[in-house]
């Protein structure tokens, strides 16, 4: 079960304060990690700073069983803003399809065991000489499936948008709109947002006000854009081309009642984690000045 409510987007019972504080607001993400650094040596480098949300990958479990990573959590007094990721429905070959059904599967029932707050789920690309009208119809199914299951196992998914230069490849769910169209009429699956994905949308701040309904997590780092690049996450917080704390302080003021989790991947920095758990930290620390 999750950690409290099992409505997408309410108060998932760990005492999130109503500002920024280290330990109740902040979740980092294990993307942040490369090769060789172990998830106990994260989990440990997180609690160490007093962060007291961590979000796990695909990659950790199949490092470790939902047993043993559900003992390193409790042992470092750690919640889990969610599990990363499920979904992608958009293939036309049934073994690819039968093969993604089933991990969905085995993702819902860890999620259940470490008490995420939110199983993300990723729609899935565009295949080749696939139309972009099969590939939705076959998110729209899938979707509405797993989200069965998730109800059984008392399992909040969270679908996310995807910035649309990642369409072929990730995801063919790239609006607000569009995922909140998908999600309506399902009961325990929520809009999951990343600052990174969604910061350009025309109802990105209508969402961080509360103004379309919840919000189930808020994913956030800094989007670096540069003339003839494609958008990236910005290794330090400080040098990106926004401002994400006046998003995360919108949210907050607007009721988001959930941890705020910090997404980098290993590829975007120069693998010195340490380093970049000090920044966040020490970034975090001033939102509260």
Same mark, same amino acid.
Request: hydrophobic share 45%.
């Given at each position: 079960m999750t950690d409290g409510s099992a409505t997408p987007g309410g108060t998932a019972g760990r005492g999130y304060s109503a500002g920024f504080d280290l330990r109740t607001d902040l979740a980092i993400s294990h993307y942040v990690c490369p090769q060789g650094f172990g998830v106990?040596?994260?989990?440990? &480098?997180? *609690? $160490?700073?007093? !962060?007291?949300? +961590? *979000?796990? @990958?695909r990659p950790a479990l199949g490092q470790h069983s939902p047993q043993f990573l559900r003992g390193l959590l409790d042992t470092h007094g750690l919640g889990l803003s969610s599990l990363n990721s499920a979904g992608f429905f958009t293939s036309r070959d049934p073994g690819i399809r039968r093969a993604s059904d %089933?991990?969905?599967?085995?993702? !819902?029932?860890?999620?259940? %065991?470490? /008490?995420?707050? *939110?199983?993300?789920?990723?729609?899935?690309?565009?295949?080749?000489? =696939?139309?972009? %009208?099969? &590939?939705?119809?076959?998110? &729209?199914? /899938?979707?509405?499936?797993?989200? $069965?299951?998730?109800?059984?196992?008392? +399992?909040?998914?969270?679908? %996310?948008?995807?910035?649309?230069?990642?369409?072929?490849? !990730?995801?063919? +769910?790239?609006?607000?709109? =569009? &995922?909140? /169209?998908?999600?309506?009429?399902? /009961? *325990? @699956?929520?809009?999951l947002l990343d600052v990174h994905h969604s910061w350009w949308d025309p109802d990105w701040s209508p969402a961080l006000s509360g103004q379309a309904g919840p919000v189930a997590l808020l994913q956030f780092c800094n989007p670096l854009l540069e003339p003839g690049k494609a958008p990236r996450r910005a290794a330090r917080l400080a040098v990106g081309s926004h401002d994400p704390a006046a998003w995360l302080r919108q949210a907050r003021a607007a009721g988001y009642d959930g941890p705020f989790e910090y997404e980098i991947f290993a590829h975007e920095h120069d693998g010195d984690v340490e380093a970049v758990l000090d920044d966040v930290c020490a970034w975090w620390e001033g939102l509260s000045d």
């Open positions: 106990p040596e994260f989990f440990a &480098a997180v *609690s $160490e700073r007093g !962060v007291g949300h +961590v *979000s796990l @990958t %089933e991990a969905n599967l085995r993702l !819902v029932d860890a999620a259940a %065991e470490l /008490g995420a707050r *939110s199983l993300c789920v990723i729609a899935g690309g565009l295949e080749p000489g =696939q139309s972009i %009208e099969d &590939a939705r119809a076959r998110i &729209a199914d /899938g979707l509405a499936r797993l989200d $069965e299951r998730a109800r059984d196992a008392g +399992v909040s998914l969270g679908l %996310e948008p995807i910035h649309p230069a990642r369409l072929p490849e !990730v995801g063919c +769910v790239n609006t607000i709109a =569009q &995922a909140r /169209g998908l999600i309506a009429s399902l /009961g *325990s @699956t929520g809009l």
